[in-house]
Nanobody
Framework: QVQLVESGGGSVQNGGSLRLSCAAS????????MAWYRQAPGQQREFLAI???????DYSDSAKGRFTISRDNAKNTGYLQMNSVRPEDTAVYYC?????????????WGQGTQVTVSS
């Protein structure tokens, strides 16, 4: 089975920076796309950014200009660099990956990591 594990969350002050990581482990798989989402208390899960199989990224309006998605394919790890964070960025952040193995395609989710931005 493939497992995604997020790390790098924590508390940061308004205007600060944070880098989240998402490591994929297992065997016999490749990552077609990796994305980042977040969910604030009482809110729907919100799309932030995606890195397609081509390596091209796309961003939501919330993430555009402040967040940067990247991937290290050799390490099967994705990243979300968060700059100029605001209190409204406080949420649980999740990574999502479209995984291909011998059985086909399947979406996987990480367990989430808490980001808290203090004003």
């Amino acid at each position: 089975q493939v497992q995604l594990v997020e790390s790098g969350g924590g508390s940061v002050q308004n205007g600060g920076s944070l880098r989240l990581s998402c490591a994929a482990s297992g065997s016999g798989f490749s990552i077609n796309a990796m994305a980042w989402y977040r969910q604030a208390p009482g809110q729907q899960r919100e799309f932030l950014a995606i890195m397609f199989n081509s390596g091209n990224p796309d961003y939501s309006d919330s993430a555009k200009g402040r967040f940067t998605i990247s991937r290290d394919n050799a390490k099967n790890t994705g990243y979300l660099q968060m700059n100029s964070v605001r209190p409204e960025d406080t949420a649980v952040y999740y990574c999502n990956a479209q995984i291909r193995n011998r059985l086909g395609l399947r979406d996987y989710w990480g367990q989430g990591t808490q980001v808290t931005v203090s004003s």
